[in-house]
């Protein structure tokens, strides 16, 4: 007799999302620093377009701010021009030169510091007149000479700077001919000495630093003034026509004329970034921990789901019997597949034991259902009907008996059972059946299955019936459990005649076992338990 | 043998003579077993007196040692259980049983 099957050597299987598991786990946190990396790029960008948007706003703001100071400046040029203009025009229209005192009066000392009334005859001015305090200009100097002969030949205002270490002017000419008579008239204005020039808040200079130039060059030397000593300015560079001349305004903001709100957008986007990112960051490396965790415990469940199932099969070979009599003149084969599903051990079994005068008392057996109480309501029955065999019952009443043990209400199963004696000395065999699938005969090449009254699953009978027959030499009984015959759909009995058929009439019992499990091997995954006990009468 | 996804629907019912009438469409397996149950558990007791209970098999289709477990169980507590309709199948499977007697099908 072979033992029945070891339980099957589980294999781990080297699966994708295992490999995939490891990968992850060698860089546990990749997928943080990816969105961190994203989540800081993406707010780079942002920043730097609304730094971009911030700059160019702000730079259109500040060129119509320059624009209005320009305007602003370039009305300075023309109330000097009417004011000399006039009393130039006023002296040459009527030849009385005291007038000048009387028209300019009003100017003096502000705009102007002083002024002076030249008569140009034969081309040379003459000075005729002068007016408030003293003037930098030396009317003989050939500065002067230049200034008078270019405003008498423009006729326009010419302007020229002035400039001590101490005092910083400008000086204004202005020719008028009217009736022949050429007078040219004369003023200077004072300019902040320092060049510093401190403005009133309601200014609209007062946001901005600049500088103002006369003429074209930003030297230090053309500086007329300035509210900064953070010289040269980076601004918006703003020409001015100033008489003859040319003012250089140079403006830039002092603080962000969009406002301090418009300048900080771009950090408040950067910072508002940098928090969600890292926010973004610890969701994900807290999301990858858990995954990490699940991934764990799949593969512990897996483990222990391996571990239950090789407990289970090693529980189920433990529960039948290790060594099975061998008599003279009988030879024995049995089989056991465990269901191919689930971890739950199956209540099939199968029992052989030697009586007294070369008797053998064979039982097949099943508990309805899984799990351990079917495992152990299996070994209870199986010891007891040993036992009631061994004190010398019959068939019929062994089952009888065992059948009391089973209260179904309580314990949840029923089972079935079909247990003999077969008397090696004669070939006869006496036997009952509680709910049992019918013994096939092998003999004198038939197989069939034997006819015999089948009484109620134990836990339901309460009296058996024994019946009878005589195996011929070689013929081979089999017993075995409903897993063998079960076919869905299917009446029990096709599933009978089915095993009949498949069964080879002529063979030794070991390959007509094997022959019967190939034949009938488990159609699906949830397939039962199936147990085979073959006898063949050896004389 | 358990069907995957087996479905069952219970019916408890009466008869026009009042007995207790269970309906059973579907499959009778280890998934679907406790809802048949249930129905049984929900009938008056035997010792109350009433002991007929007739099953009503016409709907179902598959029957396992789960569903012969819900019936043996029924029988043992003294329900008288009888069986209406059953199929060939089921019928066969009462009879290799050797249930014919305790499970009698309905005349």
Redesign the interface.
């Known amino acids: 007799m072979e033992p029945a099957p070891a339980a099957v050597p589980v294999e781990r299987d080297e699966i994708p999302e295992i490999a995939a598991a490891h990968a992850a786990r060698r860089w546990p946190h990749r997928l943080s620093i990816a969105v961190c990396v994203v989540g800081l790029i993406v707010t780079a960008g942002l920043c730097t377009a609304s730094r971009l948007n911030y700059a160019q706003n702000e730079r259109r703001q500040v060129s119509t701010q320059a624009q209005l100071v320009a305007a602003a400046l370039a009305v300075a040029p023309v109330d000097v021009q009417r004011r000399l203009g006039r009393a130039a025009t006023l002296v040459s229209a009527t030849g009385n030169v005291s007038l000048f005192a009387g028209a300019l009066k009003p100017s003096v000392p502000a705009p102007f510091v002083g002024a002076r009334l030249f008569h140009v005859v034969d081309g040379t001015p003459q000075q005729v007149g002068s007016l408030g305090g003293q003037l930098l200009l030396d009317p003989s100097s050939a500065k002067s000479q230049q200034l008078l002969a270019k405003a008498t030949a423009t006729g326009a205002l010419t302007v020229t700077r002035l400039a001590t270490p101490k005092a910083q002017r400008l000086g204004y000419a202005m020719s008028v001919t009217t009736l022949g008579q050429t007078y040219v008239t004369y003023a200077e204005s004072t300019l902040p000495a320092d060049r510093r020039l401190e403005l009133p808040a309601t200014s609209p200079l007062s946001d901005m630093t600049f500088a103002v130039y006369f003429g074209k060059a930003q030297t230090r030397g053309a500086l007329i003034e300035t509210n900064t000593t953070d010289l040269p300015l980076d601004g918006i560079v703003e020409p001015i026509p100033f008489g003859d001349q040319v003012l250089t305004a140079v403006m830039t903001p002092s603080t962000p004329l969009l406002g301090r709100f418009a300048a900080y957008v771009a950090w408040i986007i950067a910072g508002a970034g940098v928090l969600l990112t890292a926010v973004m960051a610890a969701l994900t490396e807290r999301l990858q921990r858990r995954r990490a965790v699940a991934e764990q415990l799949a593969a512990v469940s897996g483990e222990l789901y391996r571990t239950q199932r090789g407990v289970a099969e090693t529980l189920q070979t433990a529960l039948l019997p290790q060594h099975l009599p061998r008599p003279p003149g009988l030879a024995v084969a049995t089989r056991y597949l465990a269901g191919t599903e689930g971890i739950e051990i199956g209540g099939d079994w199968y029992d052989l034991v030697n009586l007294a005068d070369d008797r053998l008392f064979f039982t097949i057996g099943d508990v309805s259902g899984r799990g351990l109480s079917a495992a152990t309501m299996m070994s209870r029955l199986r010891h007891s009907i040993t036992a009631y065999a061994v004190e010398g019952d019959d068939p019929a009443t062994v089952l009888t008996k065992v059948s009391r043990l089973i209260d179904i209400a309580r314990d949840g199963h029923f089972a079935t059972a079909l247990c003999g004696i077969l008397d090696t000395s004669s070939g006869r065999v006496t036997f009952a059946n509680a709910g049992h699938p019918p013994l096939v005969l092998v003999a004198e090449d038939t197989v069939a299955p034997v006819r015999a009254p089948i009484g109620p699953p134990l836990g339901v009978g309460s009296r058996y019936e024994t019946a009878e027959l005589t195996l011929t030499s070689r013929a081979i009984l089999l017993a075995y459990t409903d897993g063998l015959i079960e076919r869905r759909g299917e009446p029990v009995d096709d599933g009978v005649t089915h095993l009949c058929h498949v069964t080879p009439s002529s063979a030794d019992l070991e390959g007509l076992l094997d022959t019967v499990l190939t034949e009938l091997a488990p159609q699906d995954e949830s397939q039962d338990d199936t147990a085979i006990l073959g006898l063949q009468w050896t004389p | ?4 996804g087996a479905t069952l629907t219970v019916t408890v019912g009466h008869d026009p003579d009042g007995t207790p009438v269970i309906t059973l469409d579907g499959q009778l397996a ?1 998934a679907t077993a406790a809802s048949a149950e249930r129905a049984f558990a929900s009938l008056p007791a035997p010792s109350d007196g009433v002991t007929d209970v007739v099953v009503d098999m016409t709907g179902l289709t ?1 029957m396992d ?2 569903g ?2 819900v019936l ?2 029924a ?3 003294g329900h008288a259980v009888r069986l209406r309709h059953p199929s ?2 089921i019928r ?2 009462i ?5 014919n ?2 499970l009698p099908i309905e005349r």
Not at chain 2, 1 to 4: C, F, S
Not at chain 2, 95 to 99: E, I, R, V
């Open positions: 043998m358990d069907p995957v280890l598959f040692s789960s012969i477990t043996l169980t029988a043992n507590r060939s199948i066969n499977l009879a290799a049983t050797g249930l007697e305790t």
